[in-house]
């Protein structure tokens, strides 16, 4: 239950605030909007108190460790690995052209629209 009143409590917060950003249009856009992000951030520390927050947090370490494990490739793989990439979707699509044009002088010839 007191998951749910944490739940309540910061979304009532998050639609006050944003009431408030258009409230005061004519005050300093800047004010408004770092006035939000205050309240933004209060709203995520309450949020992270509750149960599913603490799990949420919970996951992102986990899967920082795991994006540390992860062998990323050197500059020469990216680079090969890339110039493979776009030759293939040059021959793809000469491929592709190719029958696109076949089929066109098929249908054409089949329908009598050839000359």
Partial sequence: MAD????????????????????????????????????????????LQ???????????????????????PTGKETTQTTLIVMAMVVVVAIFLWGLDMFLLWSVKSLTGQGG
Avoid: N, P, Q
């Fill in 50 to 72: 509750t149960a599913a927050g603490k799990r949420l947090m919970e996951f992102i370490r986990e899967s920082h460790l795991e994006v540390r494990k992860v062998v990323w």
């Fill in 4 to 47: 749910k009143i944490k739940f309540f409590f910061a979304a009532l917060l998050l639609v006050g605030a944003l009431f408030g950003f258009y409230y005061f249009a004519d005050h300093s856009l800047l004010m408004r909007v770092l006035a939000l992000l205050a309240v933004i951030v209060v709203c995520v520390v309450i949020v």
